[in-house]
Every structure is written in structure tokens, then in C-alpha cells.
């Protein structure tokens, strides 16, 4: 097996027809089951993030798949003008999970299309043009949405290729992060000065009315960081008092991956829209947009695609929804996450190397330090423990990276949500062995 290729653009001559966006490494899965992935020479390995926090179900879930196929026995596509049964099905579901202040569903394909979709919505609702995010926020690479990517200014650093030709103005404001605070303030003395500067983001735009705060509801790309207590109401309170529409990024926190099929019901909040993405379309291309009342005019074609909520795709997402009601997978993901975190803050205390554990149901990240103390990041050994558990262990996990918040020193666990006790013990214990492996190489080099 190589080593992992940094570079986007990869080298083998097996590959290279295809541009990689997102980096390569080289290996070839070629089948799935559950929460398990075989490669081209049948070796086995454990999956701990569902993919790319995708097949939330794990792979090829039996209902999923006889869904898409006996949908695809019937029709494959039908122009999104006409009515398409699959789809209002699938609009009425998601809105019976929603906050109860929702009402319809915007249809797309990827998160960051629907991202742009939010973004109409809010500017039609609210007549405003600008957005706040945060700090290491990401919310997608098309241009508007690296706008409001914390990412898009790291990864431009010192280019003069003029690729902000297309990139709309926006504010970023400081994230919320207890282990890390932007304002270097401690919890509960702090009297949530991340929440409060939000209000003054929006009313020192100089030229121009704020049509929306955009949130994950716990950041991801940027380092697996939760929302401290308070926040969201704060927000969701200075919002609606300044007429700005509060949208909530749930491409990464929803179907259960936080202990409900919305992380919105698990915080207590009621956005006035929230973004659905990566596990919506259980494998299949699909995203959407649920609106709250007042946040749903759009003009004819101004945010649509061809292949949004194409019949066979939608039916595989309503059997999916269905699986998580019949086996109320968000109970399952808050048990199986506190008996990970569990396990996990008990390895805090043999390994000094783990400086932060947190989570939300089946939303965890490990945070690597070289001290404790100093809480120096542990970059380098963050990638080593990644590399182990693939190599030796066969055990995927993910890894956040510099260019989406500060550094690339967070590991993460987000296993499939119906994940069992026995196979979440499996994951842990080829983690831990990762872990040890990467605690023995700082002690050998002190
Ligand atoms: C929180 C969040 N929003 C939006 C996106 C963009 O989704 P997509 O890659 O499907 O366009 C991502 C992708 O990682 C994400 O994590």
C-alpha cells in the first residue's frame, strides 16, 4: 500500500485521467457490508466514519438498496416540473422530523448547492445580501460557498491567480471553542462573548443589511468542536431580533449522527432553515433545504438542477428515514456515543497525547497534544495514528485538516448510527492500539 499523496493531483499513470480534488491514497474498495469494506485483494477493514460520514446505515443496507431497485424497476428520472411521488414522500418525512416550525423542502445535490439554496432563500425572506459565518467554518468549494469557508483564505495564501474573481464579500466571526477560545477567555467566566459578537458583526456592516448567519451546529471540518451551552439560543434570540435569517448547516450533524435526525432537536433550536447533505441521499447524490414559514419564495429557476430528487435516489432516503424510526437509531447513536466517549475519556487518562475528547451521539473528535499545558498540537503524530490504524490495524478513521481550521490535529469517529456495541468495541480497541503505537513514538523521541 503507498503512502498517502498530498498532492491533488496524483502521479500513477493508473489514475491520472482523473483530476482528485480532495487528494488520493491509494486504495481500491471494491465491496461493502455494514459497517465493513473489502479491497481489490480481499482484505477486510472496520469503517469508524461511515465512508466520508456518508452511508449512515453502513454499507448496502438491505432496505436502502431494495428501495432504489424496485424504484429503478418503475422510472429513473422524471423532470423536476412534474409531480414526482417519490419526492413529496420524501419532503413529508423529513418534515416530520424537522422543528416543528418547518414547512417545506428545497431539493439539490450536493451540500454546497444547497448551501447557495439556503442562501437565496434567506436573501429573498429577508432582503438582505450578506452572510456571517465562522471561523473554521466550511460549508463547500463552489464560490459562494468558499466564501463563507474558512478554508478559502488559507488555501489562496500568496496566489496571485485571481481566483477571487467570483467570491462574494462575506464577515467571519470568531467560532465558538472552549478548548481552544478565539478570545482566550475561559468557559463560564467568559459570559459567551462568541455568541454576543455575532450582534455586532451584523450591525457594523457598513454599506449593507445582513441576510443571514450561517452555523454548523457542531464544526466539523474545522476540528470536531461542540456548541457550549447557551449558544445557539443566543444566536437564535440575536437573529430574530435583527431580522437575520439563522441557517444551520446540519450537512454533517443530521440523520442521526448527533442522537436525532436533526441536531437542531437535540440542541433545542428552531432555525429558520437548515441544510441537509452528505448522508440525506444514503450514498446517492442528494441535498435539500428545509424552510420554515416566510423563508420558502423562490423565483422560477433560480435554485434548481436538473437532477435534484431524481425518483430512485429519493426512494433509497425515505427507506433510510424509515430504518432510523423502526430502529430509533437516534437512541442508538446517543448509547453507543456515550459508551464510546466513555471508553475514549478513559483512554485520556493513560495517554498523555490526547489532549480533548468531545461529542454529540455519534459525532466524536480526539484532539492530539505534544503538552497538556501548552496544549501544542500534535500535527505530525495526528497523521501517524491515522496511517496506523489503516495500515496495521484496517481501521478508517477520519482526520481534520490544516486548511480547514488551525491546525490538522483532531482524529474522528463517526461510525454508521446503528452501529452495535460489540463492533463500536472492535473500532476502539484498534484506536487505542493507534493511539499507544503514537504515545511510544513522543516518549521515544523525549
Ligand atoms: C458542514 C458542511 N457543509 C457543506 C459541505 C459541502 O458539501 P458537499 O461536499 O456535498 O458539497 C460540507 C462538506 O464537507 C460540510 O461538511
Not at 385 to 414: C, Q, T, Y
Request: aromatic share 8%.
Amino acid at each position: 500500500m503507498s503512502d498517502a499523496i498530498d498532492n491533488p493531483i496524483t502521479k500513477s499513470p493508473t489514475i491520472s485521467s482523473v483530476i482528485k480534488p480532495m487528494g488520493h491514497y491509494d486504495l481500491r474498495i471494491v465491496r461493502g457490508e455494514g459497517v465493513r469494506f473489502w479491497d481489490e485483494e480481499g482484505t477486510e477493514y472496520l469503517d469508524a466514519v461511515s465512508g466520508e460520514w456518508v452511508v449512515n446505515l453502513g454499507y448496502r443496507h438491505p432496505k436502502v438498496i431494495e428501495a432504489i431497485k424496485s424504484q429503478l424497476d418503475q422510472i429513473e428520472y422524471v423532470t423536476p416540473v412534474f409531480e414526482n411521488e417519490q419526492r413529496t414522500k420524501l419532503a413529508e418525512k423529513v418534515l416530520s422530523h424537522a422543528p416543528k416550525n418547518m414547512r417545506s423542502v428545497l431539493f439539490a445535490l450536493s451540500g454546497a448547492d444547497a448551501v447557495e439554496g439556503a442562501m437565496h432563500l434567506a436573501m429573498r425572506a429577508t432582503g438582505g445580501t450578506e452572510f456571517v459565518s465562522l471561523y473554521s467554518a466550511f460549508h463547500g468549494t463552489t464560490f459562494s460557498t468558499l466564501a463563507l469557508s474558512y478554508s478559502y483564505p488559507k488555501m489562496l495564501e500568496g496566489s496571485k491567480e485571481g481566483l477571487d474573481r467570483y467570491l462574494t464579500r462575506q464577515t467571519r466571526v470568531p467560532n465558538y471553542n472552549c478548548y481552544r477560545c478565539p478570545f482566550d477567555l475561559k468557559p463560564g467566566s467568559c459570559d459567551m462573548l462568541c455568541a454576543r459578537f455575532m450582534e455586532t458583526a451584523i450591525k457594523h456592516q457598513p454599506d449593507a443589511k445582513v441576510a443571514g448567519v450561517i452555523i454548523e451546529l457542531f464544526q466539523s471540518n474545522g476540528g470536531m468542536i461542540p456548541m457550549p451551552d447557551g449558544y445557539i439560543e443566543a444566536v437564535r434570540d440575536i437573529c430574530t431580533r435583527n431580522g437575520v435569517a439563522l441557517i444551520a448547516d446540519e450537512v454533517q450533524t443530521a440523520f442521526c449522527r448527533c442522537g436525532d435526525v436533526f441536531a437542531s432537536n437535540v440542541l433545542g433550536v428552531e432555525p429558520d432553515l437548515i441544510i441537509m447533505g452528505k448522508a440525506f441521499g444514503a450514498g446517492m447524490p442528494l441535498s435539500g433545504v428545509v424552510a420554515a414559514e416566510g423563508f420558502t419564495s423562490l423565483r422560477g429557476w433560480e435554485a434548481g438542477f436538473t437532477l435534484m430528487a431524481t425518483p430512485a435516489v429519493c426512494a433509497g432516503s425515505h427507506a433510510m428515514l424509515e430504518v432510523m424510526e423502526e430502529e430509533d437509531l437516534g437512541r442508538n447513536s446517543r448509547e453507543i456515543g456515550a459508551h464510546i466517549m466513555g471508553r475514549l475519556n478513559e483512554m485520556k487518562d493513560r495517554y498523555s497525547i490526547i489532549g480533548d475528547v468531545r461529542g454529540l451521539g455519534l459525532m466524536i473528535g480526539v484532539e492530539l497534544v505534544l503538552d497538556r499545558d501548552s496544549k501544542e498540537p500534535a500535527d505530525e503524530l495526528t497523521g501517524f495514528v491515522w496511517k496506523h490504524a489503516l495500515e496495521v490495524e484496517r481501521l478508517l478513521i477520519g482526520k481534520s485538516g490544516p486548511v480547514f481550521g488551525d491546525f490538522g490535529n483532531v482524529l474522528k469517529l463517526k461510525p454508521a448510527v446503528n452501529t452495535t456495541r460489540a463492533e463500536a468495541d472492535e473500532m476502539l480497541d484498534r484506536f487505542e492500539r493507534s493511539i499507544a503505537a503514537a504515545q511510544s513514538r513522543l516518549e521515544t523521541k523525549h
